[in-house]
């Protein structure tokens, strides 16, 4: 699995696409992935690869790879954080005695609050993802420029 990620990047980086075309899919991709539209990710991938056409598509589908099983209760718990905060809602912490008695009325004021506050959460994710992404891709294909041996060159 990781020797396929890494060939998977590597492609991506080898690819014609400038650092901002290659910043601004994972950008999107981690902004779908904080989004709590849990199993319509994958059509937003296609939508906003249709859609916003100098995002690199590779790098869209590597964006959403922020939301895996192990990170999901965490995104969920800031999400409804920031929900909470936003509309000023003084709602119990999410714990497993909030879902032992879900109702639908329970459901529809947590996802308000917990949709948007993925919102901000995916604005921010995707903002911090498409800076890393684009300085590190300009810096690797800044070397690759200047060829062999040039990680001991000023660029």
Known sequence: MKIKFKKIIVQLIRQHNSPHEIALGAG?????????????????????AIIVRP???IAIFLGTNLSLPPTI???TWAG???GKFIFKKDLPALD????KDLTFQKITGFYQLLFI???ILG????????S????VVKKIKERRALGPGSKNKKV
């Open 73 to 75: 209760p965490f995104i």
């Open 96 to 99: 497993w005695g909030f879902f």
């Open 80 to 82: 409804y954080e920031i």
């Open 28 to 48: 999107i991709g981690a902004f779908i992935s904080v989004l709590p539209v849990y199993g319509l990710h994958t059509i937003l991938v296609v939508l906003a």
């Open 132 to 135: 890393l992404t684009f300085f």
């Open 123 to 130: 604005v921010f994710c995707g903002i911090v993802i498409y």
């Open 55 to 57: 995002a690199n598509k």
């Open 117 to 119: 506050g993925s919102l």
